[in-house]
Every structure is written in C-alpha cells, then in structure tokens.
C-alpha cells in the first residue's frame, strides 16, 4: 500500500501559528489569534468529545478539522465538523476526505441523530459527495470601519455599558433569552453557564471594552460581542431580547462596539448572519456591510 504523502494527527498547541496563518488565508473573516488558537488546542470544551486535527505535509501544516458534540443546543444531539479546509496549493489530493474520515470516526461512538459540516459555496459539491446536503446558508459580511457612521446617542432610559461593566451570568441569561427563535439548525438557546463561560467569556479575542450592552430598567436589552485580534473584529453576536425589539437597540449597540472597536485599532469588521435573518441583515446593509462569502451549513 501507498503511504500518502500527507499525516493526519492530532493538533499540538505550538502549530497555533501555522493554524492562524492557514485560517487567515482561507477564511480571513473568521477572526482568532495565535494564544485563542493555542487555548482552543489545549483546553477543549468540556464535555464536548472533541478532536481537533491537522494535516501536514513536510512537516508544514496544511490542513484543519474540528469535531464534536455541539454544546450549545438544549437537545445536544448535534455533531459538528468545524472550519474543515485545505490550503489551497494542497487540494485534491485526499486531505480534506481524510480530515473528514477522521472526524467522523471520532463522532462515531455517540451515535449521535445529526452531523453538520460547513462548507463554502464553493465546497457543497464536496460536502454533498459525502453525504451532507446544504441545509442553510450563512452570510459573511466585511465593513471598512474608516468609513463607519457617526457615533449613535442612546435613547431615553436606556444606558450604554461596556462589557467589563456587565456581570456574566446576566450576559449569559441575556445570551439564552435572545437565542430563543434565532434562525439556524442548531440556535445557543441551551448553552450551560459553564460551557458559555468557557467559549464566550474567557475567549482570549472577546474585547471586553469595545464589546458593548444596552442595559433598560435594570435589565440587559441588547449586546453586541467584539472578538478582534490586531486590526480585525468580528461581531461574534449581536443579538437584543425579543422584549426590547423594534426600538432600534440592535444598531445602537452594534454601532457602539464598532467605534469602540476602531478606537482601539481595528479597521476591518467582518459579521456573520443566517440569510432568514431578514432583520439583522438590514441593521448590518443600513451599516454599510457588504457581502463577502457564503458559508452552507450542511446537514446528515
């Protein structure tokens, strides 16, 4: 038998590097840094059966595959396969099969009823080969933030907070309240506290100060989480309480982050939005965001 000339192993926490190095070119909207990368690697999810792997060839990585049990949903019958890609001088050579094939030998023990794959629109034609039909389509956005709108007022009896101001177990209640009916096939409306802290608050990237809240009577309304590394953001989730909607928050406090995002170095904003986010999507076109990619969440 042939040896490829590719390894599939296990992710070591010294390839963080060459891991961001290998996800900025592929998808340069999906914004993490080299010590998130290394604590990703080190510190799975608990509770979540993760592996995490890479290809490599000659010694360089190439190749990246996530998989595990998605956390963030009540049912937590969902599998995923998380940011698979290749890099591009080194595709249609079996790698992304292999980083697939492996994945799924890992997920395989919990017999779980789901399995998702995302995949570019470029890549549904793979992702169907294997047996993952596209299910929904997610849109990436990027906003030059030099040429961003003026600072927003925030409205009578509404209060604009940082995130550091915001305690967070009322970000987390605040994060399940606005997740309820969210579009997608797997929305965080069951994200435990435990597993919230884990991957939201103690993200490496979540800028705590230019992460903003609106807080009315008391209560978190809305939020907007900034996840930056150098001169790149990312809106992780913009998301306002279905008691609050219909007052305009959403754009408040999103606009809020991003000039607190700008102050402090970032030029580029990327968001993400499933496309029968009808209402988001049109805060985001009024902000001047603009199409990117197109990511297909692909189910079996």
């Known amino acids: ?16 590097p060459d891991v961001v190095a290998l996800r900025a070119l592929v998808y340069p909207y999906l914004v993490r840094g080299v010590e998130s990368t290394r604590r990703r690697i080190a510190e799975p999810v608990p509770g979540g059966h993760e592996a ?43 790698i992304g099969t292999a980083l697939l094939t492996r994945a799924l030998d890992h997920l395989a023990p919990l017999a779980l009823p789901r399995t998702r794959l995302w995949a570019l629109a470029e890549w549904v034609p793979f992702a169907e080969k294997h047996g993952f039909p596209p299910s929904r389509s997610v849109r990436y956005s990027a906003l030059d933030l030099t040429s961003l709108a003026p600072p927003p007022q925030a409205p009578a009896g509404a209060r604009l907070l940082r995130l550091a101001e915001v305690e967070p177990r009322r970000l987390h209640a605040a994060h399940l309240a606005a997740s309820v009916g969210k579009p997608g096939d797997a929305p965080a409306d069951g994200i435990d506290y435990p597993t919230w802290h884990h991957l939201v608050w103690s993200n490496l990237d979540l800028d705590h100060a230019a992460s903003s809240a609106v807080e009315i009577d008391g209560a978190v309304a809305s939020f907007s989480l900034v996840v930056r590394n150098g001169d790149r953001m990312t809106s992780d989730m913009t998301a306002t309480l279905p008691a609050y909607r219909g007052r305009g928050l959403a754009r408040l406090v999103k606009l809020t982050a991003l000039h607190r995002a700008r102050e402090v170095g970032a030029n580029t904003a990327y968001t993400s939005n499933d496309e029968a986010n009808a209402p988001m999507l049109a805060v985001n076109e009024r902000l001047g965001y603009r199409p990117v990619a197109t990511q297909w969440s692909c189910l079996r």
């Open 1 to 16: 038998m042939t040896t490829p000339p590719y390894r599939i192993r296990p992710a070591r926490p010294e390839d963080a």
């Open 52 to 94: 995490v792997l890479v290809a490599e060839v000659a010694g360089t990585v190439v190749g990246w595959v996530a998989a595990y049990r998605n956390r963030l949903t009540a049912a937590a019958d969902l599998g995923e396969i998380a940011t698979l890609h290749v890099h591009p001088d080194h595709r249609r050579r079996g």
